[in-house]
């Protein structure tokens, strides 16, 4: 089993930013792909980013691509998304997610965290 517990999320303007963290307890956090999933109300869970077990690969969703970080120290079992330049339609709960592969798919993923909310005004 592996624990996931995010932070970080928060009430924030347009244009302003926002550090997720995500500490994993439990099974060897470095076995595992990272990935960030996101879901407004009324919408489906939808990928965000992903990273590799070593932190040498990262691939994100379209409408993420410039403005998020997706990183990762494994010495600390921690996952990060970096989030800047926030839009109104970045609201939601932000979850992390632990996955045995690289995917983007949430079906993928073993392990989730309970989510941490970010709210972006206009």
């Known amino acids: 089993q592996v624990q996931l517990v995010e932070s970080g999320g928060g009430l924030v303007q347009a244009g302003g930013s926002l550090r997720l963290s995500c500490v994993a307890s439990g099974r060897t956090f470095s076995s595992y792909a990272m990935g960030w999933f996101r879901q407004a109300p009324g919408k489906e869970r939808e990928f965000v980013a992903i990273?590799?077990?070593?932190?040498?690969?990262?691939f994100y969703a379209d409408f993420v691509k410039g403005r998020f970080t997706i990183s990762r120290d494994n010495a600390k079992a921690t996952v990060y998304l970096q989030m800047n330049s926030l839009k109104p339609d970045d609201t939601a709960v932000y979850y992390c997610?632990?996955?045995?592969?690289?995917?983007?798919?949430?079906?993928?993923?073993?392990?989730w965290g309970q989510g941490t909310q970010v709210t972006v005004s206009s």
């Open positions: 990273i590799t077990q070593t932190g040498d690969g990262t």
């Open positions: 997610a632990a996955a045995g592969s690289y995917a983007v798919s949430a079906r993928r993923y073993d392990f």
